[in-house]
């Protein structure tokens, strides 16, 4: 193994972070850190057609909320800042370095000019395609001698520079994942280096740059495997050593079965954070898209990921996106929370949803969130679940009728209880000393315990499942008007059933 470990990633800035960028991501990081070494954010933007902007603050910014913090590269602090003495990490910023390394790879005739227009190359794609020949440059521009080739340079005459790949050579790497995997160079195109536009490939950006940040392993989607043969030669060429590859196993849609898609808006990170999963939930999650621990444990912090990530235990086979194990972690992150960093959480969500803690009591709101909390699978449902308590709930008659009764005897249960809830003094609303009030009253109406509680809740909530009516009626218990707030509610059920 290297000596000194130098993990990257390496997002193009072409749209939000996806949840397989964030894996990648995890991974590096987790592989650095265990074996102290750095882990580096590199910005792959020579794709300027394909940049999207406000993806670079994305990236940047979901780095910070999951605080994955990369020791060198870009990195947020009330904007966009930069460390590390191998920048600048924004490939667009390196653009002479790669002009430079293209041009000693022409000095030493591994390189070329190419001068085909693009009519020439649509032909040659159209006859080879015609021939059932794979698509590939034919080399035409080799051919030029040392004084056409400056002739035209003079003229400024469009160009790339491509790769010369000479056939019949073996190209071999082993990768972490995959084992060793080989190709001949025949099945690779001259590819271009630099572009028309002066820009670099991304194959060439790449292997530039993980040379010169010294960087020791490679860690990405294996959509990139069938490129690493490109980058092998690129390493030849250069006469570089090469680093170690570990080509990620994909994440698979559990609907389709197939990849999950990378533009989708919905696997993008900030979808994610924005229907309140909590980061530690998500990372923990996506740890186990495409590895595994040696033990049976399934909670880990991110500590602990550190102290039990190895490169050995990653899988080859496609990981299902399964968001059931996505909410299970982010229950289990919801309970964990101690109810001041509850409420901190939830705050923004009740205000979407037109609550505004501040108008209330914090004994209130935080035993409204401390009741939810164990149910919670999503900051963002917390709305829906409590609107009950803020204002009037609306629901349809029937709900009110439990089980196999009637109408009549849940309108005289409702009544009595009605009576019996107005003799009682209103600070005896709480929990404990209700419940077993209620409790006895039903007992010496000899009424049936379901047929006053269902009603009760219903009543209450307007909803079909919630929390019990003894633990709603105590957080009820802690308003002025808490008395009047249930005495009307279970007046609004009476009349329902008239
Ligand atoms: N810029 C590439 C991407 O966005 C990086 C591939 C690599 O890690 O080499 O996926």
Partial sequence: MPKDIRTRFAPSPTGMLHIGGLRTALYEYLWARKNNGKFILRI???????????????????????????????????????????????????????????????????????????ERLKRLREDQQAKKQPPKYDKHCLNLSASEVKAKLEQSEGHVIRLNVKPGEKIG??????????????????????????????????????YLMKISHVIRADEWISSTPKHILLYRAFGWELPVFV??????????????????????????LDKGYLPEAILNFIAFQGWNPKSTQEVFNLRELVQEFSLEKLNKSGAIFDLDKLDWYNSHYIRDLDISELTAKLTPYLKQADINPENYSQEFIQKILALEQAR?????????????FFEDPSYEQGLLIWKKSTKESILKSLESLQVFLQSLPSNKF????????????????????????????????????????????????????GKEIILKRVNTAIEKLF
């Avoid at 933007?45 to 060198?72: P, Y």
């Avoid at 609907?255 to 696997?267: D, F, H, I, S």
């Avoid at 919670?376 to 009950?388: F, M, P």
Wanted: aromatic content about 8%; overall charge negative.
């Fill in 44 to 118: 792959e933007d020579t794709d300027v057609k394909r940049s999207v902007a406000g993806s670079l603050e994305n990236i940047v910014q979901i780095f910070d909320e999951f605080k994955l913090t990369a020791d060198e590269g870009p990195y947020w602090d009330n904007g966009i800042k930069e460390r590390g003495d191998y920048g600048p990490y924004l490939q667009s910023k390196r653009l002479d370095l790669y002009k430079q390394h293209a041009h000693q790879l022409v000095a030493k005739g591994a390189a070329y000019h190419c001068f085909c227009s693009e």
């Fill in 173 to 210: 790497f082993e990768d972490v994942i995959h084992g060793k995997i080989e190709i001949m160079s025949d099945e690779v195109d001259d590819q271009i280096l630099i572009k028309s536009d002066s820009y670099p490939t991304y194959h060439l950006a790449v292997v530039v740059d993980d």
């Fill in 247 to 272: 080509h990620l196993p994909p994440i698979l849609s559990k609907v389709t079965g197939k990849k999950l898609a990378k533009r989708e808006g919905e696997v993008s990170v900030r979808s994610f």
């Fill in 376 to 388: 919670l699978k999503k900051l963002s449902e917390i709305g829906e679940r409590v609107r009950y």
């Fill in 430 to 481: 709480k929990k404990n000393n209700l419940e077993d009030q209620i409790k006895k009253f039903i007992q010496d109406r000899g009424l049936k315990t379901g047929e006053v509680l269902w009603p009760l809740r219903v009543a209450l909530t307007g909803l079909e499942a919630s929390p019990g009516p003894f633990e709603i009626m105590d957080v009820f218990g802690v308003l002025e008007n």
